[in-house]
């Protein structure tokens, strides 16, 4: 899922929702609006997936063929 880009009008600078595969959502707002969470890693373009998915993809990617 892509990343929800918004600016409430209560809220007078950026705020983002960054949304993963499996279900988990984080917000960032202001200045941190225009970097991904820590451990969120790009995937194309403007999609993002969490700290877990990418570890578990990291650990698939290394792991041996049987």
């Known amino acids: 899922m ?3 880009y918004g600016s409430p009008d209560l809220l007078p600078n950026l ?3 960054y949304v993963c595969a499996c279900g988990s959502r984080i917000g960032e ?5 225009g970097e991904p ?5 790009r995937v194309a373009d ?3 997936i969490c ?4 570890a ?3 650990e698939k990617a ?3 063929n049987p």
């Open 51 to 54: 700290a877990h998915c990418a």
């Open 56 to 58: 578990v993809a990291g």
């Open 37 to 41: 969470p820590p451990g969120w890693v």
């Open 2 to 4: 892509p990343v929800v």
């Open 62 to 64: 290394v792991a041996p």
């Open 46 to 48: 403007g999609e993002y």
């Open 29 to 33: 707002y202001g200045t941190q609006a």
């Open 15 to 17: 705020s983002v929702v």
